[in-house]
Nanobody, 115 residues
Framework: QVQLVESGGGLVQPGGSLRLSCAAS????????MGWYRQAPGKQRELVAS???????NYADSVKGRFTISRDNAKNTVFLQMNSLKPEDTADYYC?????????WGQGTQVTVSS
């Protein structure tokens, strides 16, 4: 079983930056996909960005050009660099790791973009 712990959330002004980290308790080397999702109050959880084992990335249209996902297999960690943050980016952000037959979610970290 893999446990995921997100960190790096907080309060930031519009236009600011945050870097989220998702640390896994076990190896993520064999994970097929790692992703960041977010859920704003009253809305469904949505995919923000994902990265495959081969390094292929995918982004929601709303964050393209502003967010960057990366993974460090040696440190069992996936990152989400968020730049040019907007109030509409405010949400709880969750990390997910998908293996061949099972996936794991983290507990989430809150991001608030407000002046």
């Amino acid at each position: 079983q893999v446990q995921l712990v997100e960190s790096g959330g907080g309060l930031v002004q519009p236009g600011g930056s945050l870097r989220l980290s998702c640390a896994a308790s076990g190896s993520i080397f064999s994970a097929n996909v790692m992703g960041w999702y977010r859920q704003a109050p009253g809305k469904q959880r949505e995919l923000v960005a994902s990265i495959t084992r081969g390094g292929t990335t995918n982004y929601a249209d709303s964050v393209k050009g502003r967010f960057t996902i990366s993974r460090d297999n040696a440190k069992n960690t996936v990152f989400l660099q968020m730049n040019s943050l907007k109030p509409e980016d405010t949400a709880d952000y969750y990390c997910k790791v998908e293996f061949a037959y099972i996936g794991y979610w983290g507990q989430g970290t809150q991001v608030t973009v407000s002046s």
